[in-house]
T-cell receptor, first 113, second 113 residues
Framework: EAGVAQSPRYKIIEKRQSVAFWCNPISGHATLYWYQQILGQGPKLLIQFQNNGVVDDSQLPKDRFSAERLKGVDSTLKIQPAKLEDSAVYLC???????????FGPGTRLLVL | GESVGLHLPTLSVQEGDNSIINCAYSNSASDYFIWYKQESGKGPQFIIDIRSNMDKRQGQRVTVLLNKTVKHLSLQIAATQPGDSAVYFCAEKSMDSSYKLIFGSGTRLLVRP
């Protein structure tokens, strides 16, 4: 069974630029999560989808971050404009349902200069 | 590669010894708990989970213990190997928070040869 796929794996941008990350969850997984992990810390949930609906986005900085999962499968996370403090690893995870164990992708490492 | 656990508490054990990693969780309503292992440059990897109607669950070389009275979770690794060196996170889910997966702060395990 293929795992969660993410791209790109690495991205370097300058502050105020825009960036987008893509995630393809495990086949059949209805729940998709985006996490932000700052170096030395545990992952922090940004947004959780159930199919193509948002379950929770309470910690998503909505003035600059957006995410969508239009067809209930792939998802994109966008930052516009980026700030220095957005430098982190962005992790995507998926689970069969909301009460199941999420499985994580390898992450996208973002550096904002 | 980058280090996930720059400022995390560290547990150092001799190869072949047993390791015990502890975690205090915050939400008394949490009913599902997961342990993840994260190696440098990778996403968190599922190790073992336990639901709140159990107090112990065993896997291959790993055991998770749950004490709901004091809101404490532990991960025991038998015959620790160099490949077990990583950062370990506990995570919790509860129905009253839309089953958001909330991570603890993590512990870095170093295995001495």
């Amino acid at each position: 069974e293929a795992g969660v796929a993410q791209s790109p794996r690495y991205k370097i941008i300058e502050k105020r630029q825009s960036v987008a990350f893509w995630c393809n969850p495990i086949s059949g997984h209805a729940t998709l999560y985006w996490y932000q992990q700052i170096l030395g810390q545990g992952p922090k949930l940004l947004i959780q989808f159930q199919n193509n609906g948002v379950v929770d986005d309470s910690q998503l900085p909505k003035d600059r971050f957006s995410a969508e999962r239009l067809k209930g499968v792939d998802s994109t996370l966008k930052i516009q404009p980026a700030k220095l403090e957005d430098s982190a690893v962005y992790l995507c995870a998926s689970s069969l349902g909301t009460s199941g164990a999420p499985y994580f992708g390898p992450g996208t490492r973002l550096l904002v200069l | 590669g980058e280090s996930v656990g720059l400022h995390l508490p560290t547990l150092s054990v001799q190869e072949g010894d047993n390791s015990i990693i502890n975690c205090a969780y915050s939400n008394s309503a949490s009913d599902y708990f997961i342990w993840y292992k994260q190696e440098s440059g990778k996403g968190p990897q599922f190790i073992i989970d336990i639901r709140s109607n159990m107090d112990k669950r065993q896997g291959q070389r790993v055991t998770v213990l749950l004490n709901k009275t004091v809101k404490h979770l532990s991960l025991q690794i038998a015959a620790t190997q160099p490949g077990d060196s990583a950062v370990y996170f506990c995570a919790e889910k509860s129905m009253d928070s839309s089953y958001k997966l909330i991570f603890g702060s993590g512990t870095r395990l170093l295995v001495r040869p």
